[in-house]
């Protein structure tokens, strides 16, 4: 130890006398190493390839001043490296090791049968998936030749109600709209002509799409959620009926360097029944023809379906005049599902969904006002839909012509509330005094409107419990109608 001391000491001395300093280098592969480090003016690196793949030998230590030339160098299989500091040639390395090429020869050997196999397999589909449709074609006359006016499930139509019902034969699996891949291209192909409606949502226009008129419902930002909700319901359940509005395609197109939101549906002249009332009046029969329509859609989205072709039950949770489109045909078909709840009584599954958008407050039912809904329960939700129902039939009934009278369009609790109720004013007008809409007397003069009369009255119950089934109102107003049919076969 005191040798060494004395031998560190001298250096200094040398170095100071000199001017060179000496640094403590790591050694390695060299005659000249104490143990595993040297002293030295440079350290050094010295590497050489043996083979094309990297291999290399490496050797480390101190350079003297006879071998300080030699820093740097290189030539084509021997490379030096040099610095100053101690240790600072420890993990310092020149070359880098070359990626061996890789045998291709054995990934196309074991790549190409998958993909083969897959492209089979897809193809086998494909052609199964088209025997599938050329059979369900085939019992389409059948389908729509069977008498379903006295069963209890409501059964989903095959085709829409316009001649773009061929182009959605060819559906997903849910047997709502197009194609999904197909779906994010018809916003391309659409040239939208008006508007035809503005509300707090966005805007409608009618557009051209395959040579067809067919209605673009543009979504505000605001209510992306509500957009969300409806493309979610109309792409997972079949609601393929002639009562509920026929839905063709959603999608996020970029127009006017923003992003809108489109859910493209079937197209009808007449407008919402909201529109229509204001303009039309109707008979009796056209009264009973509406109010008919109207339920046959709800008992559709109130009941669950069983089966690979069915649908789980939904309620719509925002049903009123502007949400309910008149057809050429003059029956009405249900539109707008963004509020709407999904039940699945398999799996006791109830999806509230995520938005927070409220339903229209001139509509809602005491429950809802006042907070004691129980939330939890799918039922509560189908009767908040038979309240909004009964006001609908209201609205129908005040533009019915009976003995050559009829009455100007006005909304529910036009005479009670202002233009835009808050929730406060239609919380005192339901819960507090329990009013409900004027029902004239002249009404019991007519049976068509002494009959809707009488529903509505049971659609307005405090109770909700109490209140007649969507399924029930169906009933009578089929018994109704087929008792009006006969009657004018008997004559």
Known sequence: ???????????????????IVYYTCTCQGVSNCNGNKCLGIKCFVTEQKTNEYGDVIRSRGCFNESLNEQCHSRIEILASWCCTSDFCNENFTIYKPVEKPRDTSLLLVTVLPIVLFVIILMLFIFLFWKMKQSGRKKSLPRLLTTDFEHTDIVNASIVG??????????????????????????????????????????????????????????????????????????????????????????????????????????????????????????????????????????????????????????????????????????????ADLGLAVVHSQNSEYLDIGNNPRVGTKRYMAPEVLDETIRTNSFESYKQTDVWAYGLVLWEICRRTIINGMVEDYRPPFYDMVPHDPSFEDMKKVVCVDQQRPNVPNTWSSEKILSALMKIMRECWYQNPSARLSALRIKKTLNNLKNSLEQRKQDC
């Not at 130890?1 to 001017?19: C, Q």
């Not at 409608?204 to 067919?214: A, F, I």
């Not at 605001?222 to 839905?247: A, C, K, M, P």
């Not at 197209?267 to 229509?276: E, K, R, T, V």
Request: glycine content about 8%; hydrophobic content about 40%; proline content about 2%.
């Open 1 to 19: 130890m005191l040798l060494r001391n004395i031998w560190v000491l001298s250096l200094v001395i040398v170095t100071s006398a000199t001017d």
């Open 161 to 334: 109600d316009s001649t773009l019902g061929d182009l959605l034969d060819c559906t997903t699996g849910s047997g709502s709209g197009l194609p999904f891949l197909v779906q994010r291209t018809v916003a391309r192909q659409v040239t939208l002509v008006e508007c035809v409606g503005k509300g707090r949502y966005g805007e409608v226009w009618r557009g051209l799409w395959q040579g067809e008129n067919v209605a673009v419902k543009i979504f505000s930002s605001r209510d992306e959620q509500s957009w969300f909700r409806e493309t979610e319901i109309y792409n997972t359940v079949l609601l393929r009926h002639e009562n509920i509005l026929g839905f063709i395609a959603s999608d996020m197109t970029s127009r006017n360097s923003s992003t809108q939101l489109w859910l493209i549906t079937h197209y009808h002249d007449n407008g919402s029944l909201y529109d229509y009332l204001q303009r039309t009046t109707v008979d009796p029969e056209g009264c009973l023809q509406l109010a008919v329509s109207i339920i046959f859609g709800l008992v559709h989205l109130h009941v669950e379906i069983f089966g690979t072709q069915g649908k789980p039950a939904i309620a719509h949770r925002d049903l009123k005049s502007r949400n309910i489109l008149v057809k050429s045909n003059k029956q009405c078909c249900i």
